[in-house]
């Protein structure tokens, strides 16, 4: 429809010139203009005039964020300082908003940002006095990933939730809102405040590597009902989000880490298909959106990243679409991004896309001074810079950092993370969230008098946030304090023979094996261990701890169930699915194509059995 295309800017003017005209219609002219002294201030003039102080190295420094090492913005340990200094020419975080004035950090636990809730307020703490201490005061966006599920930068004692496709699964905009609210309410006590979440993608493809259950689902609408959820709730909450990853990286093989993906679909297939969860976000009110690493030609020919493309980036996300807040790139040191343009071009070209912020480059002094030379050489203006600073500010006005002191305390971390009701609160939405696939013969609830005595077996990946797992044992633990006797077996993602052998061994005499399955593909021993258990005689339980998708090559399972991800949270809850003291009420978002046919579903949309 044509309406849709029209900016929101143009709309807006269109609806002041509506109104101006009904103005002059009703009030007399002297009364319809209020004089200068009684009109309210535009707080873009304040913001203006900050920028009119800044030089253009200080303009320049707030279209980025970085990351940085160490757990103190002043004091981190040696060898964060170390790593500081190889990889950005910098001691510390304070050092690094003086010398680069930088706009914002991002925090990663590899970083050893994230040790524990106090810690971490007082590293943004830090890293806020640092930014007040410039010569031009400036408070920092303090950014994270912790979309939940299998993406947490922040672990326990933080509340852990169900990621983006376990919500999708529970199909409440209610709880995904409410998972929201309490994610963003424990970050802002952190001093984290923004949160490059909910993620947007509709991930129509079963190997997609990079996105897989981090998305909602395979429905555009049900994705684009859970997003404006989560930018709901994480408002209420009182932070920044971030819609990822624009255009659409939901179908796709490769991942834009390692590689640059291209997307076949047709401009009308991005239409109906990726556009609506964005369109959504932008009507919910999204603070910022996030580009990807990805190639549409479709939306552009060049075959230029998304994120260093001006049709993309200004042409459909700002012109089509509407959208006039904050853009920001996806990392800059991924593959993705880099495979086309050296590192010095890649942070001009984004900005000449339409950017705003440039996330987390490789070489942050290359980049730095390669936007300053753009500048001084006249390939940028420097008035298009000002643009970015400006939303860049603006979101920080909105934020309340300008107003009052961007501080925390610690009285606000024991308020408010980590509580007994945001933990409550997480078991019950994980809850509504397990699926149940298969239950031949109504294996499952499992009786405590006929299938007492368990093994649980299978994969057990690395906790997203360093602080769960290993998913054996908590699933085993879970289950024995249900009133089971159940032993854990860790034989891994790609069980050797000998470890199956073992597998087998221990179940003889089992009433019941787990199984926690982790992207089984055509070639993955996990069948064989599968396979092996089932033709020993003992009935098999298996518990999908990533993708939905594996039930399609396993054989011989009695009952299977899909968790969505592997943190405490899913899987307490799937053992209390199995052990009948909750009901499998979640439905999957994504269809379940058969391995052998993969045209053939093999269990829809909307699939879910009850008891």
Avoid at 157 to 180: F, I, K, Q, V
């Amino acid at each position: 429809m044509h309406d849709r295309t029209i900016s929101r800017r143009a709309l807006l003017t269109a609806t002041a010139v509506a109104a101006a005209a009904v103005t002059a219609a009703t009030v007399p002219a002297a009364a319809a203009v209020p004089p200068p002294h009684e009109r309210a201030p535009d707080p873009r003039d304040r913001l203006r005039r900050l920028i009119s102080r800044m030089s253009l190295e200080e303009k320049v420094g707030q279209l980025f964020v970085m990351r940085v090492y160490g757990h103190s913005a002043t004091a981190p340990d040696q060898a964060d300082i170390d790593s500081n200094l190889a990889e950005i020419g910098v001691r510390t975080a304070a050092e690094l908003i003086s010398t680069y004035h930088v706009g914002g950090i991002i925090y990663f636990a590899w970083a050893h940002n994230t040790r524990d809730p106090h810690q971490i307020a007082g590293l943004s703490n830090g890293i806020q006095k640092a930014g007040l201490a410039q010569r031009v005061p400036v408070p920092l966006l303090i950014a994270t990933d912790q979309e939940h599920g299998i993406v947490a930068r922040v672990g326990k004692p933080a509340t852990l939730l169900p990621g983006a496709m376990a919500l999708g699964a529970s199909r409440s905009h209610s709880d995904a809102r409410e998972a929201a609210r309490i994610a963003g309410s424990e970050l802002a006590a952190m001093g984290i405040n923004q949160n490059y979440a909910p993620d947007a993608d509709v991930n129509v493809n079963p190997a997609n590597p990079v996105i897989g259950v981090r998305s909602f689902g395979a429905d555009p609408g049900a994705v684009a009902g859970m997003v404006t959820a989560q930018v709901k709730g994480y408002q209420s909450a009182g932070i920044a989000t971030a819609a990822k990853h624009f255009p659409g990286h939901g179908d796709t093989k490769d991942d834009s880490h390692y590689a640059l993906p291209t997307i076949h679909h047709t401009r009308q297939e991005w239409t109906e298909l990726d556009a609506p969860p964005f369109r959504a976000a932008i009507a919910a009110g999204v603070t910022s959106i996030m580009t990807a690493h990805i190639v549409v030609p479709a939306l552009d020919p060049s075959e230029d990243p998304a994120t260093l493309s001006h049709p993309i980036v200004t042409g459909v996300l700002r012109e089509q679409l509407g959208y006039d807040g904050v853009v920001i790139t996806d990392a800059l040191g991924m593959a993705g991004v880099r495979q086309k343009y050296g590192d010095d071009r890649v942070p001009v070209l984004a900005l000449k896309a339409g950017v705003d912020q440039l996330l987390n480059p490789p070489d942050l002094r290359l980049a730095w001074n390669a936007v300053l030379t753009a500048v001084k050489g006249g390939e940028l203006s420097e008035r298009r810079v000002e643009e970015s600073v400006l939303r860049v500010l603006e979101l920080k006005e909105r934020l309340g950092l300008f107003r009052g002191d961007p501080y925390v305390s610690p009285r606000e971390v024991d308020r408010e993370v980590g509580t007994r009701a945001h933990l409550a609160a997480a078991d019950r939405i994980a809850e509504g969230t397990t699926t149940l696939l298969v239950n031949e013969r109504g294996l499952l609830p499992l009786s405590r008098r006929r299938e007492r005595n368990l093994l649980v077996v299978g994969a057990d990946p690395a906790s997203p946030s360093g602080t769960t797992g290993p998913p054996t044992t908590v699933l085993a633990t879970a289950l024995t304090e249900l009133g089971f006797t159940a032993t854990a077996l860790s034989t891994g993602t790609a069980p050797t023979a000998a470890r199956i052998e073992e597998a087998v061994e221990a179940a003889r005499g089992k009433d019941a094996v787990v199984v926690a399955t982790y992207n089984v593909s055509a070639t993955s021993t996990q069948r064989t261990l599968v396979s092996a258990l089932a033709a020993s005689g003992v009935p098999v339980v298996t518990v999908a701890i990533r993708n939905p998708y594996d039930i399609a090559r396993l054989t011989g399972v009695t009952a299977s169930l899909a968790a969505y991800s592997w943190t405490d949270v899913e899987l307490r809850a799937a053992a209390r699915v199995i052990a009948g003291q909750a009901r499998p009420r979640g439905r999957l978002p994504v269809p379940v194509q058969r391995a052998d046919d993969p045209a053939r579903v093999l269990y829809p949309i909307g699939h879910g059995l009850g008891y």
